[in-house]
């Protein structure tokens, strides 16, 4: 009860920012709400089942791709729906070969996908004759928050009743041993992929917006495997056991940065390294996994 | 110690503050970390040298009233979406009176909606892209006459003023280099100079060897290898090995940074590249001082591109700003009207683009950086490569 009320305190806040904050601050929440939609997104997949994806980027870049040439041509909400339902599709295809490998092959296959997808964006708009775009009339910020919003909302709701379904519990049965959750009948295959799906949707509309913030275009800067690892960064640091862990990894992280970035790049790259040997080591459940027990305490 | 330190330094203090105005902030994001992080020196020392300049003048004459000049300045890290959130934050946040540009094209296109939307001017300088004459004048100006097109055509007419009849191309994907491929093509074909060989290359490109053998095969006279810093050494280091011959060799990004010529060295002799200043030029009053100031300060030579870009959206600024202030209706008309006198010679704008300094190109010869073409502003006749 009281975890609901914060996160509808913190939905409220949320939602009152633009209202509120100038144009910085609102640019550093579409930031937040961009990493808590992707760190959610992100553990439907990789915090259920175990097979860790450290190629998130390329549904975002994807996501983003479909917006730019979509851009001008469609109304901005069947962008960011088509943008998703790409990724989703894209994920259902590529899904089945991929989940085929685990542990460690899964990891460097996915990665290895976001940088294939990169290289074949870079071809095909070299067929196209475009080497980069520029995105005129974008949605002003505030827009482009209110989406990121309701993004971060439906991924977070999304981890939250998939992990309270039938479907989530098959997912954490085949994450601690695969074959054994096959022998008791959870149809195992058809588990994954559908997992992978639902964590690639939200991050391809994700893409889409945050295209239309840059408002500039190239292959190689959108599909940045920085992204990537940031989500698998978030998601060690907040946890990703329950919907806590991603809003806190995400608040955390992006709050930091912009505390340090100012004056000490260096050193913010030096903390988040540290930071992430501190968690692996001392709270592998991350900041959500320490709340509670924190609480039993005193 | 420090009292005394202290004690002497509020004395300064108050004997200076009479005369100081109030200091003039000027706020901009470079690429410090991350993967444009080696081309920002070029770029940031232009700026570190100006202020120095500046403030050494008794500051920046805003409209007739001398300001200190003070940077604000952050780390966009080579990504386009936070150099938006930080102009953004310049603006709205620190309140910075002026703006500087950030480093490179992406960047320049991703903080171009944010000077529309609180109509804010800023003189570009990094950046070159045939898609820059699609910004809506009015909130940023592009100093470079070096635009992909434009060079293209250039280079095609320098080929067949010096009767070179076949070429060959070696090409990064990136933008720039693309972009410079798309127009070279087809200038190539009208001018009747045949490709022989044309080859493509990731960013990341480790070995060139197979790519520049198929080139050594088919015996280009003209070579134009459109590549970026890193490369651009590579190809020098291998091509001498390989032993490709060709008399005309061009090297796109590069070769005109002091970096290039020390880790090159005398074999770099005869390379064609990007650049449209060389401080040779003697009717370029500005030129000869700034490129001493710099290296006095740097002990190095600036780069002939980017260093001279950035230097010059300064002088620009400095310019309009004297006149009008930094009312920002002003300022734009100023920037948009006026001729202005910079180390490149006079510079006028046309919409966002320069409109009076000529596409060129430079060429090494020797020790230095010449001008070749056009043969109306060239330093020194161009000549046919002969070897490593």
């Known amino acids: ?298 | 110690m420090i009292r005394k330190l202290s004690i002497a330094l509020a004395a300064a203090a108050l004997f200076a503050a009479p005369a100081a105005a109030q200091n003039i902030k000027i706020g901009f994001s470079l690429a410090k970390t991350g993967l444009f992080a080696q081309a920002v020196p070029s770029q940031l020392n232009a700026y570190e040298l100006w202020r120095e300049q500046v403030n050494a003048r008794g500051g920046l004459d805003v409209a007739g009233k001398k300001r200190m000049v003070e940077f604000v300045q952050y780390d966009d890290q080579s990504n386009p979406g936070n150099a938006v959130k930080i102009y953004e934050k310049l603006i709205t946040d620190d309140k910075v009176e002026l703006l500087l540009a950030p480093w490179g094209t992406p960047h320049h296109f991703a903080v171009a909606p944010v000077l529309e939307k609180y109509k804010f001017p800023m003189v570009g300088n990094t950046a070159a892209s045939v898609q820059l004459r699609e910004i809506k004048p009015g909130n940023i100006w592009f100093v470079t006459s070096a635009i992909p097109d434009k060079m293209a055509a250039e280079l095609v007419a320098m080929a067949k003023a010096n009767g070179y009849k076949t070429a060959g191309i070696v090409a990064n994907v990136l933008p720039l280099a693309k972009e410079i491929k798309a127009s070279l093509v087809p200038a190539l074909q009208k001018a009747g100079i045949a490709v022989k060989v044309s080859e493509e290359y990731p960013p990341d490109i480790k070995d060139m060897t197979a790519i520049l053998t198929k080139v050594k095969a088919a015996a280009p006279e003209a070579l134009f290898v459109l590549s970026y810093p890193g490369d651009s050494v590579l190809y020098a280091k291998q091509a001498k090995e390989i032993g490709i011959a060709a008399p005309f060799q061009f090297v796109a990004v590069g070769p005109t940074m002091d970096f290039f010529g020390k880790v090159v060295g005398p074999s770099a002799n005869g390379l064609v590249t990007m650049g449209h200043w060389s401080p040779a030029k003697a009717d370029w009053k500005r030129a000869k001082p700034f490129y001493d100031a710099y290296v006095k300060k740097f002990n190095e030579k600036p780069d002939y591109l980017d260093t001279v870009v950035s230097y010059m959206s300064l002088e620009i600024l400095e310019q309009a700003v004297a006149k009008a202030g930094t009312d920002k209706q002003k300022l734009r008309q100023a920037i948009a009207s006026m001729t202005f006198d910079t180390i490149n010679g006079p510079v006028k704008f046309q919409g966002v683009q320069n409109a009076i300094t000529p596409t060129a190109f430079l060429q090494i010869q020797g020790s230095e950086l010449q001008l070749v073409w056009p043969k109306a502003i060239a330093t020194s006749p161009f000549k046919a490569k002969t070897g490593w």
């Open chain 1, 1 to 298: 009860m009281r975890g609901a009320l914060a996160l509808a305190a913190l939905a409220l806040a949320a939602a009152a920012l633009p209202a509120v904050a100038g144009d910085y601050h609102v640019g550093v929440g579409l930031g937040l709400l961009m990493y808590v939609a992707l760190t959610q997104s992100w553990t439907v997949l990789s915090g259920m089942t175990g097979y860790v994806s450290l190629g998130h980027v390329v549904f975002y870049g994807l996501g983003a791709y479909v917006a730019v040439l979509l851009w001008g041509e469609a109304p901005l909400a069947a962008i960011v729906a088509l943008a998703a339902l790409a990724a989703f599709a894209f994920a259902a295809l590529i899904g089945l070969p991929a989940l085929r490998v685990r542990g460690p092959y899964f990891v460097i296959l996915t990665f290895g996908l976001a940088e294939l997808a990169k290289y074949v964006v870079i071809v095909v708009e070299g067929w196209l004759g475009k080497f980069s775009r520029v995105i005129f009339g974008a949605p002003d910020i505030e827009t482009l928050y209110y989406i990121m919003f309701g993004l971060a909302a439906a991924a977070t709701l999304m981890t939250f009743l998939v992990r309270r379904s039938r479907f989530g519990r098959g997912l954490l049965a085949l994450r601690e041993n695969e074959e054994a959750a096959e022998t008791v009948g959870v149809p195992t295959v058809r588990f994954k992929l559908l997992a992978y799906a639902l964590s690639a949707l939200i991050p391809g509309a994700v893409g889409s917006v945050m295209v239309l913030r840059q408002t500039y275009f190239e292959p190689a800067q959108i599909f940045d495997p920085v992204v990537s690892f940031t989500i698998v960064t978030m998601a060690v640091v907040g946890g990703s056991e329950d919907m806590k862990g991603p809003l806190l990894g995400a608040a955390g992280f992006v709050l930091l940065s912009e505390l340090l970035w100012a004056n000490a790049p260096q050193l913010y790259m030096v903390l988040l390294g540290l930071l992430l040997i501190v968690f692996v080591l001392f709270a592998p459940q991350g900041l959500s996994g320490l709340l509670p027990a924190r609480r039993r305490t005193p």
